[in-house]
């Protein structure tokens, strides 16, 4: 993130935030589960007389975490991220390891409150909005110390607890 763009960054944002404590370990990656996987996508809408082929199980933990040592789940308290599928009690991985690009959820740290927000990139310049186009402008303000924990890589959404 630019110096510049870490001017426009602001504290009081607790919408969003990621459920605390804050201390954790990255993940432990244990030996593989495969689970059978559907060949073909699940409708939404109408049936298909084709949806009961299977094709080879995966082990999800190799789906979703690249870099183990890296890779951290916290769990979402808030609902700032929900236009880009991130909503209150998800598991998200995120992954220390990647360089944010523009239009990536990051779990970012400003002033010492941990919080999701959308990194952007625009006309050279880096800042941060929120996921939920109902919340205002994310107005930072000047002095704020920022930093990204993490790039969102995985968002998992419990149904039934």
Known sequence: MSAQAVRYMTDGDRVGAIAK???????????????A???????????????DYLDAPIDLTQTLIHNAPATFIMTVAGDSAIDVGIFDGSLITVDRS?????????????NGERSIKIFRIAGGRSSLTFGNRRYP???PGSDAEIDI???????????RR
């Open 98 to 110: 990647l360089v944010p690009r523009d239009g990536d959820a990051v779990v970012v740290d400003v």
């Open 21 to 35: 404590p804050w201390t954790a370990s990255p993940v432990h990656v244990g030996p593989p589960i495969l689970l």
């Open 137 to 139: 402008e994310y107005e």
């Open 37 to 51: 996987v559907y060949l073909r996508a699940v409708r939404a809408g109408f049936p298909s007389p084709a949806d």
């Open 149 to 159: 924990f993490g790039v969102v890589t995985n968002t998992v959404r419990r149904f």
